[in-house]
């Protein structure tokens, strides 16, 4: 039964964040639908990507780094941003597809309370192409020991309208948390 619930806002997408179960400590689900080129979205998102190392390199921005205030996220870090989970859906008789990233400093970050942040990018596609629609790059953080949260779904919030809903949980200290 989810302990917490945090909804946030990005852009004109609704994320729901609920927290329960464990997170499956495996590598990235990305699988990209017909059309979707992922190594041209991560390019045209961060200006770099990696396909063998599966990463874009950025940095925080001062606008971030005051949002956050987090002490593993300073103004002018460098952080390695990762492809997580590409969703589809319909929302508003629109085809979209929703990528999920996670971004880590450049440093060791393995700490059972170093979490990931996550972020979100929705793409609708307007004839062959695909375009951004609203973007956040580091909404909210999950996971543990530097890995994400895997658990991501799309869920209905009202008429016509999408969320993403995130299960997250890690152990330590001999017990599960959520």
């Known amino acids: 039964m ?5 909804i946030l806002c990005c852009g004109l997408l609704l994320v729901s964040f609920s927290c329960s179960g464990l997170a499956a400590q495996t590598k990235p689900i990305v699988q990209a639908p017909a059309g979707f080129d992922l190594k041209e979205a991560m390019n045209a998102l961060f200006g770099n990507f990696d396909p063998k190392t ?3 390199h950025s940095s925080i921005s001062q606008a971030t780094a005051s949002r956050l205030q987090d002490s593993w996220f300073k103004n002018g870090d460098e952080i390695i941003v990762r492809p997580l989970r590409i969703l589809e859906a319909q929302e508003d008789g629109k085809h979209k597809s929703i990528l999920v990233t996670f971004s880590v400093p450049k440093v060791n970050f393995d700490c059972h309370a170093c979490r990931p942040f996550i972020g979100v990018v929705v793409f ?11 973007r956040g790059d580091m909404i909210t953080y999950s996971g543990g020991f530097g890995e994400p949260s895997r658990d991501f779904r799309v869920v209905h919030v009202g008429p016509g ?3 993403i809903q995130m299960t997250d949980s890690d152990e330590g200290q001999g017990g599960q948390h959520s």
């Open 161 to 163: 309208r999408i969320g």
């Open 54 to 56: 599966g990463s874009s």
């Open 2 to 6: 989810p302990s917490v619930c945090r």
């Open 124 to 134: 609708v596609r307007n004839g062959d192409r695909w375009e951004v629609e609203s």
